[in-house]
Structure formats: C-alpha cells, structure tokens
C-alpha cells in the first residue's frame, strides 16, 4: 500500500496531535504508520537525521515550514494536518520531493532580485502553489524580529511574482489555485504597510487580499481577509467600520464555522467595542472568543490561514489590550500571571505593543515609574524596528497622561518621542 492510499482519517492519535498543533508529534506517527525511519526521512528530505529527530520533538511551537512541508509530502500526509494549506484536490499526482524542494528555493530567492520583465508561462501545479505559500508564511515569521522596511521590498516583489504567475496561467482552473497564494501575499503586504504607519496602502493591500480571496472561492479565506481588515480599521480608531467588517466575516462562513475563526473574530469584535468605549459589550465578546477558544483542542484541526495559535496567551494578550483601550487599570481584569504570560510573546514587535497595553495599565492607576519605565522600553523596540505602529501607539500613551508639571520620566519620554521620526 503506497502512502497515497492511506485513510489518514482512520488514524485518530493523529487527529489529535494535529488538532493540538503537535505537528512533530504528527509526523512521527506518520512515519510508524507507513514504515519508514528516521534516517530514510531525513534522506528523502536531504536534511539530516538529528533535525528529523527535533522536528518530531518540537511539541506545539513554532516550526521550520519548508522541513515540516517536504517531510509531510514524503509521508503522503494531507497538508491540514501539518498546520499548512491543504491544496486542491482536482486528480493532480501527489508532490515529489525535489520537485518541491527545487521550486521552494526558486521561490524563496526570487522576490529578492525580481524584476518586472515577462517570464514565459511555467507549468503551474500545486508543488509551485505550495512553494509560494511556504515562502509568505516564511516571511510572516521574519516579520517578528526585523523591520518592516526591510521587509516590503521583498514582499511586494514575492507578490508581484505571484500576479505575474496568474497572468502567464494557462486557464482559470490554474488562476484559482493561485488566487489564495496572492491574497496571502496582499495580506502580508498590508500588514507591513499598517506596521510603518501607511494606513492608506494598508487599506488597498487588503483590499487586494480580500478581493483574490474572492477569486479563490475559499469562504475561510475570505473570512480571515476580510477579519483582518477589521482588526486594522479597528485598531486604527474606526471601531463602527471593523465591527461591520466582522459581520461581514461572519456571513461569508455561514452556520459552519470553526471554533479558531470564531474565537479570533470574536476577539477583534472585542478590541473594537473597547476602542468604542462599550465596556459590556467588550466583555461580551471577550466572553465568547473564550467559549470558543475551549472549543479548538477537540475541532478538526484549521490551522490555515492561521500560522500562529490562537492559544489562552492569545485570550489574555486580547484582554489587555481591551482593558489599555478601556483606560481600565490592570487588576480590573487581568492577573500578575496573566501581564507575565502576556509578555512572554516571542514576537518582538506584538511584545512591544503589549508592553504599551501594560504601562497605559499602570497608568490608569497612577504609577507613573512603571507605566514610563515601561513605555520607553517598548518605544526604544519601535525604533530598532523601524515600527511607526508602535511609534504612534507611543505617542497615544503619553497623550493619555494630564499632568500640570509633569515630572522629569516624563520629560524624557518626551524627549524619547521627538526625537523618534516614524
């Protein structure tokens, strides 16, 4: 029996270390299932043995997603199950390994030298949409620890490769693989744009992104596109407009919605009541992104579009910033443990932004040398990330404080903030 013709649904230890985000876990079952060793895998993988062997141990973070992609195409294992996109099934031989491989690094090079000369057609199938993808999510993950700036030229020019690769598709069967690799890409491309403080190309990458999800007739997709414009318009100061956006979501998944997608819409409804100043009906959605969030452990596994969990951090770093945009003092909601697990955010420029939440906290209550101890902690981030997102955030902050005369930690925030130009 070839890999292909496993019912991997029949594997129910498989289902769950896929629904728990255990994707090593995964893989290593996969590999008792069909057979075959460590040393074999790392072979057909063309890594080495000892990285097969910690990309089993991995647990539940973050995974390398080209290893984690080859290794789950050796195996025959559906991509759902490995927290990636699960390509279209239309009759299409499974991915060979250097095929993907090859294209994977093609992929991941070009957006660096790309120019806007044509380039003959390709055969697109669905190793080259995987590649693409592998790339943007790849480029997500930078994202936490280096500057936007650095990071757009690259994302645009992978982006504009995409559009060119639909252009040059032979037929619309080819166009509607790609039109949800290009809404990643779009999406990505707005998330750089809202994080250097350039609302407008924001604004006109999702759109973008929201529209090739329409080509792709993906209603998740569509969902998370459309979600995602919400959280910015909301955190951007248009709650009315995010909260119209996330009905909009809502309505695209009809009554069939994931338990992930419905706790993270629920969580974004939260932070734009909060920006509103509805304190009840903040609760009330921060309420339901948590009945929800109890949900995932025991739904099928939707890892796609979603690279990062949506995890109980997720639920309090959601809280604190409900309760920084509410001007509520830290105990109102949140615990010690809960600021400290909140903080533990491996994602420098997400830690910085929470930091902020944290001070306008302290703030709130008046203890001003841990709000501007803190705040000028998270500013001196914004500005080795080149973050106008944080900048401004930054500037928010003091914006809160009213003093007559205000004392010299604030006089040097000040002075931290002029001399910022972001």
């Not at 141990?57 to 990636?84: H, W």
């Not at 031989?93 to 790309?114: C, N, T």
């Not at 504009?160 to 080819?174: F, Q």
């Not at 407009?241 to 706790?263: F, K, N, T």
Request: hydrophobic content about 45%.
């Amino acid at each position: 029996m070839g890999t292909q013709d496993i019912d991997w649904a029949a594997y129910g230890d498989i289902k769950d270390a896929a629904r728990a985000g255990d994707f090593g876990q995964v893989v290593y079952r996969a590999r008792k299932v069909t057979g075959v060793s460590q040393t074999q895998l790392a072979k057909d993988c063309g890594v080495s043995q000892a990285a097969i062997s910690r990309l089993e141990n991995r647990g539940t973070g973050d995974y390398n997603m080209t290893i984690l992609a080859t290794a789950a195409t050796e195996l025959g294992l559906p991509f759902e199950l490995v927290g990636l996109a699960n390509q279209p099934s239309n009759g299409t031989p499974p991915v060979e390994r250097r095929e993907f491989m090859g294209l994977a690094a093609g992929a991941a090079v070009l957006p660096l030298a790309y120019t806007a000369a044509p380039t003959p057609a390709p055969e697109i199938d669905n190793s080259q949409a995987a590649a693409l993808r592998v790339v943007t999510a790849s480029y997500r993950r930078l994202d936490a620890s280096t500057a936007s700036h650095d990071l757009s030229k690259v994302g645009q020019g992978h982006l504009e490769l995409i559009r060119t690769l639909i252009r040059n598709a032979p037929d619309d069967t080819y166009r509607t693989r790609l039109a949800p690799v290009a809404s990643e890409a779009a999406s990505f491309a707005a998330w750089l744009a809202w994080d250097m403080g350039n609302h407008g190309s924001a604004r006109g990458w999702y759109g973008s992104a929201v529209k090739a999800a329409q080509s792709a007739h993906d209603p998740l997709l569509l969902a998370y596109q459309i979600g995602s414009l919400a959280s910015f318009e909301a955190d951007t100061g248009n709650p009315h407009a995010a909260i119209r956006l996330i009905h909009q979501a809502r309505h695209h998944l009809g009554s069939h919605v994931p338990p992930l997608a419905a706790a993270w819409l629920a969580s974004i409804e939260a932070m734009a009541h909060a920006v509103s100043g509805d304190r009840r009906a903040c609760e009330k959605a921060l309420k339901a992104s948590a009945q929800q969030a109890a949900q995932i452990p025991d739904a099928e596994p939707v890892a796609w579009p979603w690279i990062f969990a949506f995890d109980e951090r997720k639920l309090v770093a959601c809280a604190l910033t409900c309760t920084a945009r509410l001007g509520q003092p830290l105990h109102t909601r949140l615990s010690d443990q809960d600021v400290e697990s909140a903080l533990s955010n491996g994602h420098d420029k997400q830690r910085a932004l929470l930091t902020l939440d944290v001070a306008s906290g302290y703030l709130a209550t008046k203890e001003l040398d841990k709000a501007f101890g803190l705040a000028s902690r998270a500013l001196a981030e914004g500005v080795r990330l080149q973050s106008g997102k944080i900048a401004e955030r930054a500037r928010a902050f003091r914006r809160a404080y009213h003093g007559a005369s205000p004392p010299s930690l604030v006089r040097q925030f000040d002075s931290q903030l002029q001399a910022t130009y972001m």
